[in-house]
């Protein structure tokens, strides 16, 4: 059995037989799974290790001991130049996450880290197929939330599915599993809360510098109602614009796009963190909104993933995101934040900012006007579009199986540039992606494909 070079995200060297190496064991059975090579140097040269009759049984032994949930790695005894190294080779478990005397820890690139109680609680959620808005909240009963904004909700979602709903408010809640065992879940309690809620703080203002205000707004009220409040404040702050079209009456409208407003709005509300004890805030100024939520990206995800596309979309709050989606405030899980991009773009306003900020999430939209003429517009972008196409397409024949991120270093554009000129090439027949999101890359497609 060949031993792997160089230590990675599924690949670790140990001279000996440790804790670490149990460390290791469970880092990987919380990740994708991996290998320990016990006997091998940092450097991937064999060592050796001494082995006798009862070692192997042993070494197991203090590994289930020591891990819970209790995993049994597959054992197997390697001979390289007349020496010899045990191979310890672990799944990822099924249910995480899987600790060591009471610690987790989780393999990231090629080191073992040790997770935070969000991350542990989030693994857990995730691998058991829910999430925290499902489970019932402990404080609230359900004198806390207003049936008649139940009944709202309803026929909302009847409008939207030319259908009629058989049940009364109690019983639509159950069926859509916001009540269970007859007890008000987090998400429940959140959507349809009839009087003042701590944890859905939003505070929003309108500045003129980065220390004068003129104008606030302090919400903590259902999640519906937040959204519609939100979009009417902003709306109130915003510049009215006029365009010349030629027609006897000039154009009006807003300075900023509201349909990326609503969709930022909307997906910080659905998306929150609301374990964490800070609120949302929204800061307008002359020439930028600021939108900050609570938690960090779900998932796992990067702003790189979360910018090219190449993720698979997780819900932080599966219940609250599907009682969006019911009544058509969300079109289609994962597609957010390109929406506001392609938004952004079609309204002649510079790309948005997405950045991880904190313990949180930021997105940043600017007023900024796309600078380039009306005259040269067709043909500057066109013979950009053609510039970057072929020699994008070039440098993916070169390097196969090339990703967004080593595509990005090569070109003076932004991410949002490289992954529309990605984006034509697929559309066009010349590229395909192949392999898992995060790992895997782009591939010129041949005749022969």
């Known amino acids: 059995m060949l031993i792997p070079k160089q230590e990675s ?40 290790i001494e082995i006798h ?18 995993i049994i790695p597959e054992v197997k005894i390697t001979e390289i130049q007349n020496k010899s190294a045990i191979v310890l080779k672990i799944q990822e478990y099924p249910i995480k996450p899987v600790a060591f005397k009471g610690k987790c820890y989780k393999r990231i690139g090629s080191s073992n880290h040790l997770m935070s109680v969000e991350e542990i609680a989030n693994e857990h959620l995730r691998t058991i197929n829910t999430s925290w808005d499902f489970y019932i909240d402990p404080n609230h009963s359900l004198e806390a939330i ?136 929204i800061k307008i100024f002359d020439d930028r909104i600021e939108f900050y939520n609570p938690g960090k990206l779900f998932g796992g995800i990067s702003i790189l993933d979360l910018l090219s596309g190449n993720y698979t979309s997780k819900s932080r ?43 949180g999430f930021r997105v940043i939209l600017f007023n900024e006007k796309l600078k380039v003429t ?27 199986g090339i990703n967004s991120k080593e595509l990005h270093s090569g070109f003076d554009v932004t991410t949002r540039t490289i992954e529309r000129w990605l984006k034509q090439l697929r559309e066009n027949g010349k590229i395909e992606f192949r392999g898992a999101p995060k790992t895997g890359g782009y591939y010129v497609i041949t005749d022969e494909n």
């Open 317 to 359: 709050n599966k219940l609250i995101a599907k009682a969006f989606k019911e009544i058509g405030w969300i079109e289609r899980y994962g597609s957010g934040i390109l929406r506001i991009q392609n938004i952004c773009e079609d309204y002649g306003v510079v790309e948005p900012a997405f950045e991880e900020l904190a313990n």
């Open 9 to 48: 995200d599924s690949v670790e060297f140990k001279t000996s037989f440790s804790d670490e190496v149990i460390i290791s064991l469970v880092a990987f059975a919380n990740a994708q799974g991996g290998v320990v090579n016990v006997g091998v140097a940092d450097n991937g040269v064999v060592k050796g």
């Open 146 to 281: 207003s049936l008649e904004k139940v009944n709202s909700y309803i026929q909302k979602v009847e409008q939207r599915t030319q259908t009629t709903i058989p049940y009364t408010p109690l019983e639509f809640l159950s069926k859509m599993e916001m009540l269970r065992e007859g007890k008000l879940t987090f998400g429940a309690y959140l959507l349809f809360v009839s009087d003042y809620c701590l944890i859905s703080d939003i505070q929003i203002g309108r500045f003129k510098s980065d220390i004068t205000i003129i104008d606030s707004l302090s919400l903590h009220t259902d999640l519906f109602t937040e959204v519609e409040k939100i979009i009417a404040f902003i709306k109130k702050h915003l510049m009215v614009e006029y365009i010349i079209t030629g027609e006897p009456q000039r154009t009006e409208r807003f300075n900023y796009p509201l349909d990326a407003i609503r969709e930022v709005v909307i997906n910080m509300i659905v998306h929150r963190d609301y374990r964490d004890s800070s609120g949302s805030v």
């Open 374 to 400: 009306d005259v040269g517009l067709n043909v500057g972008l066109n013979v950009g579009l053609n510039v970057g196409l072929n020699e994008l397409y070039e440098i993916i024949k070169r390097e196969p």
């Open 53 to 70: 009759k009862e070692t192997v049984q042993n070494w197991i032994n203090e590994i289930k001991n020591k891990t819970a949930s209790a």
